[in-house]
């Protein structure tokens, strides 16, 4: 059973920053593209940005440049550092791998 595990959510004022972590169980992590989705309230969940088995990255548009992907295969960790938030970014953000299985989702508010 795979388990995904999100931590570092919050409230943070605009401009500010949060990393989220994700653990997740399971062996062969690093043979696993992994993934962070965010939900918005009244909104369909998204592709926030995704980091292959081998450590290619990629982001939607509106993250690009403030947001960073990254994964530490060593301890089984993925991570998304998020600077400049800006109220849009508040919603809730999921792990998940291989496109497939799913964290719990951890809040993100930006809000002043």
Known sequence: QVQLVESGGGLVQPG????????????YFSTYNMYWYRQAPGKQRELVAVITSNGNTNYAD???????????????????QMNSLKPDDTAVYYCNRDDYYWGQGIQVTVSS
Do not use: E, P, Q
């Open 16 to 27: 500010g920053s949060l990393r989220l972590s994700c653990a997740a169980s399971g062996r």
């Open 62 to 80: 509106s993250v690009k440049g403030r947001f960073t992907i990254s994964r530490d295969n060593a301890k089984n960790m993925m991570y998304l």
